[in-house]
């Protein structure tokens, strides 16, 4: 069904099209929240969380908008949001100078044991390593497909400076997941 | 123009084989009649066999071009740099496979990443958000709450819910115990003017009690079995009590002994000399 349609029976209280609403953008809306919160429990209150807010706010999403963007742009507030609250409550960990960047682990975390694929696994593992607004723009920009202009719109971003966090981005990943595994290109 | 000079302008296409008939016939006329000419074209000949003197060169000069080359990857991969960048970095990557090998790797991440777009949520989930929703909407599903959120369901739906999502998160804020402690402490107080259970006690007695009471409380906030920040800050909070209520007494004792005395001396208006013994 066209996401107009759906949206339009939603407000209307179909509880058939609210469903399908949930099935069609879950694992969308579940992916995202991974990628933010990095734990699948968290993720998994937080997608749920992310579904009552688009409840709450689906009179907000203007005729003429498309569905995604408002809805990946529901999810990254609440995410950081909740990243935002985790940070106010969770003391920072003092870490030595000497001991550098982080490493990542080599035991793979109960998130990359979920992930299918060793190519994947590992992108995920170094998609950890990255500072948070570069992550979030491999989130939204390679990952979930958003257009720069809908980034520009969604994060409050110039456009040079969002295009250029974007390339930033990637070229950081790619330097993460060469110090992990040189060969990640050669393979494909 | 001298014909040696004509010749040297002519040398780089002669190399290259790009000259027309006519300059070419004029150039290898040139050199069968000039040694000088002869001998530069050959050392330009033997400069093809030279070794790659780049990295030698980079390493007295400028450094190594890697870390501007793969800060134009994404860009030249995006075929977003203009035409001069964009031949710059190809010949960068002819020759460097640390900088070819990233540029692979940029190329396959364009296809894993798409692969996280979706991802399966655990079992139960659907089930899960759709139970909320029948929590929210128990009589009519209209979701039309506007940005106030459920405004238009029932309070005792929305208590709910918030008991159920927020109310777990406030509880482990750092402030809580503080504040919990503050509004305890007004419910006493409030209690205390209602219900006149200090009335006629002495101001020594009353200091004592109430010291007491709020030192009690602060101590079972701290042996309540909670988060260990919570603890601590109850036992700080009783600390602090017990100092204020210290201070407060002494000001207490000292404001009676001063009021008394203000008080004798004016019973005694002929007595001009200041006494200094304390009543």
């Known amino acids: 069904m066209d996401p107009t349609e759906l949206i339009a029976r939603c407000r209307q209280g179909d509880d058939l099209a609210w469903e399908a609403l949930v099935k069609t953008y879950q694992g969308r809306v579940y992916a995202v929240a991974v990628h ?10 937080m997608a749920q969380e992310i579904f009552v807010r688009v409840f709450h706010h689906l009179d907000s999403l203007e005729g003429d908008r498309p569905l995604l963007p408002w809805l990946l742009q529901i999810a990254r507030n609440a995410c950081v949001d909740r990243l935002r609250r985790l940070k106010v409550r969770t003391p920072p960990n003092p870490v030595p100078v000497e001991d550098g ?9 109960p998130e990359e044991e979920a992930i299918t694929g060793a190519r994947e696994r590992l992108l995920y593992r170094a998609l950890g390593t990255l500072a948070e607004h570069y992550r979030e723009m491999i989130v939204l920009k390679d990952i979930q497909g958003l257009k720069l202009e809908e980034i520009c719109e969604l994060l409050d971003l110039p456009m040079g400076t969002a295009k250029s966090r974007s390339h930033r981005a990637r070229l950081e990943l790619a330097r993460a997941v060469r110090e992990i595994q040189p060969d990640f290109g050669a393979a494909s | ?28 006329a040139h050199l069968a009649d000039c040694p000088s000419c002869r001998e530069l074209a050959d050392l330009a000949v033997l400069t093809d066999d030279a070794p790659d003197l780049t990295a030698g060169v980079l390493a007295a000069t400028t450094g190594p071009a890697c870390a501007r080359a793969e800060d134009h990857l994404p860009a030249w991969l995006a075929a977003d740099l203009d035409q001069a960048d964009h031949h710059l970095v190809t010949l960068h990557l002819e020759t460097c496979p640390d900088c070819r090998t990233l540029a692979d790797i940029l190329v396959a991440m364009e296809t894993t990443l798409p692969h996280f777009r979706e991802m399966t949520p655990p079992v139960g989930f659907t089930e899960q958000v759709l139970h909320t929703f029948t929590a929210l909407t128990p009589h009519a599903p209209s979701p039309k709450p506007g940005r106030e959120g459920a405004s238009g369901l029932p309070f005792d739906v929305r208590l709910s819910t918030w008991l159920r999502t927020a109310w777990p998160r406030q509880v482990q804020r750092p402030r809580f115990a503080t504040e919990l402690a503050y509004a305890l402490t007004v419910v006493a107080v409030l209690a205390v003017q209602a219900t006149g ?15 007491e009471e709020t030192a009690e409380q602060a101590r079972a906030l701290a042996e309540a079995p909670a988060v260990t920040g919570t603890a601590v800050t109850a036992r700080r909070l009783g600390d602090r009590v017990g100092d204020f209520v210290g201070t407060l007494k002494e000001r207490a004792g000292t404001f009676l002994r001063d009021t008394a005395s203000s008080l004798l001396n004016e019973d005694e208006p002929d007595s001009s000399a200041p006494t200094e013994e304390t009543p």
Do not use: H, K, N, V
């Not at chain 2, 780089?12 to 000259?19: D, I």
């Open chain 1, 36 to 45: 933010y919160m990095r734990d699948r429990e968290e993720a998994r209150d």
């Open chain 1, 101 to 109: 960047p982080e490493i990542p682990a080599a035991e793979p975390s």
């Open chain 2, 1 to 28: 123009m001298t014909a040696c000079r004509r010749f040297e302008s002519r040398l780089e296409g002669w190399l290259a084989g790009s000259l027309d008939a006519t300059a070419r016939r004029e150039a290898e």
């Open chain 2, 197 to 211: 259970a200090f009335a006629g006690a002495e101001p020594r007695e009353l200091l004592e009690r109430a010291r």
